[in-house]
């Protein structure tokens, strides 16, 4: 049991340049959630989906794209990278009769 | 605007002290509060939740106390190990459906031997 998975763990990307992270969870839970930390800042959502074909915004979505087209699935699509972008990103998944959301070990992406 | 505050960004104890980190919330739609713990390079897990219906909810050494009325919540860790030097945060379960979580920015504990 894996748990969540996100891939890749680092990349850097120039201006412009776009990028899947990817995101798979083996729980099955309908749940997913992508969020992104900068330095010394809390976790912030980018983009949830309840389950699978549904997808909603978040706290801070612009500049992002997300898709749900299984229950596994989760990927996060940026579209033209910006600095503004560089962050540690998160996904989670959380099962409809659990509290807490689990997490994946994080990429890091660097925009230069 | 922050609707879950941490105004603590680090904290430092002795082993074998109580470690008492504090989150403050805006929001009265939130129905459940969590904590996670993060090390670095590593993704957030979860430590202890707490209903907003209840006051107290105690696991081993992790007691997580609730103030509605102040809208405050706390962490209590006793006795406090070096293994837990970790940054923590507090996180508020939206109600209604889509069941997000809204984050503290963390506050960073240290224990020292």
């Known amino acids: 049991n894996a748990g969540v998975t996100q891939t890749p763990k680092f990349r850097i990307l120039k201006i412009g340049q776009s990028m899947t992270l990817q995101c798979t969870q083996d729980?099955?839970?309908?749940?997913m959630y992508w969020y992104r930390q900068d330095p010394g800042m809390g976790l912030k959502l980018i983009y949830y989906?309840?389950?699978?074909?549904?997808?909603d915004k978040g706290e801070v979505p612009n500049g992002y794209n997300v898709s749900r087209s299984t229950t596994e699935d989760f990927p996060l699509r940026l579209e033209l990278a910006a600095p503004s972008q560089t962050s540690v990103y998160f996904c989670?998944?959380?099962?409809?009769?659990?509290?807490?959301?689990?997490f994946g070990q994080g990429t890091r992406l660097t925009v230069v | 605007d922050q609707q879950v505050k941490q105004n603590s960004p680090s904290l430092s104890v002795q082993e074998g002290r109580i470690s008492i980190l504090n989150c403050d919330y805006t929001?009265?739609?939130?129905?459940?509060f969590l904590w996670y713990k993060k090390y670095p390079a590593e993704g957030p897990t979860f430590l202890i939740s707490?209903?907003?219906?209840?006051d107290k909810n105690e696991d081993g050494r992790f007691t997580v106390f609730l103030n509605k009325s102040a809208k405050h919540l706390s962490l209590h860790i006793v006795p406090s190990q070096p293994g837990d030097s970790a940054v923590y945060f507090c996180?508020?379960?939206?109600?209604?459906?889509?069941?997000?979580?809204?984050f503290g920015k963390g506050t960073k504990l240290t224990v020292n031997p």
């Open positions: 989906s309840v389950g699978a074909g549904i997808t």
């Open positions: 729980m099955n839970h309908n749940y």
């Open positions: 929001n009265s739609m939130f129905d459940y």
């Open positions: 707490i209903s907003s219906i209840k």
């Open positions: 989670a998944s959380k099962g409809q009769l659990n509290t807490e959301a689990f």
């Open positions: 996180a508020a379960r939206v109600s209604g459906g889509s069941e997000k979580l809204v």
